[in-house]
């Protein structure tokens, strides 16, 4: 068994198509933002996340995502009026998805980082009053999922489908290689 630390429904829902038997426990890690290094912003809140999280023999998959735009992160918004400028902001542009991923066991752990590149469609206020009403964003970096209404939003991408959702199928692959392996003898 796998244990995600992370209450994500997009990182479970990936990993249960990708037939892995897992639980779910989140973790109140604290995430930290550092201006002009998206890959170590995501590398380091994973591992934090990953560290925060305690499972016993079992291996953890921790992972983090941000979008990056013309120099700035973007988290998750604080509330629908941050959505909505986001949205704004990243309308008719090209932006950078970043997620980091820890994984393995305490003391044991690899990272990775993948990255993605999205383009979205121009974007009226019509359309992001619509889209935040209908998907609530609040909980995704960057003010959107790619999979709950984004055609709304991208025209094009590159990169994984399932990083831009927050969890790359480089790191599905590679927690499946340690699911059913023993934990290592740190002692």
């Known amino acids: 068994m796998l244990i995600l630390a992370s209450k994500s429904p997009r990182r479970a829902k990936i990993l249960a198509a990708a037939g892995l038997e897992f ?6 890690a604290a995430e930290v933002s ?16 990953f560290r925060a999280c305690n499972g016993g023999d079992a291996p953890v998959l921790a992972a983090d995502t941000i979008v990056w735009f013309d120099g700035k992160i973007y988290g998750k918004p604080r509330d629908l009026i941050e959505a909505a400028q986001m949205l704004r902001e ?4 090209t932006h950078v998805v970043y997620t980091g991923v820890a994984v393995g066991w305490p003391g044991e752990e ?3 980082v993948v990255k993605s ?3 979205f469609r121009p974007l009226s206020e019509a359309d992001i009053a ?3 009403a209908l998907a609530r964003p609040t909980d995704r970096a960057g003010a959107y999922d790619i999979d709950d209404h984004g055609e709304r939003l991208v025209a094009a991408y590159t990169g994984g ?7 790359p199928l480089e790191a599905v692959d590679l927690a499946r290689s ?3 392996s023993p934990a290592p003898d740190l002692g």
Not at 161 to 167: H, K, S, V
């Open 110 to 112: 690899k990272t990775l």
């Open 23 to 28: 639980e779910v426990r989140p973790t109140e």
């Open 178 to 180: 340690l699911v059913g």
């Open 90 to 93: 990243l309308g008719g542009n």
């Open 117 to 119: 590149e999205v383009t």
């Open 130 to 132: 619509e889209y935040v």
């Open 34 to 49: 550092i201006p002009g290094d998206p890959e170590l912003t995501v590398r380091t809140n994973a591992l934090n996340k």
């Open 161 to 167: 489908y399932e990083n831009i959702m927050g969890l």
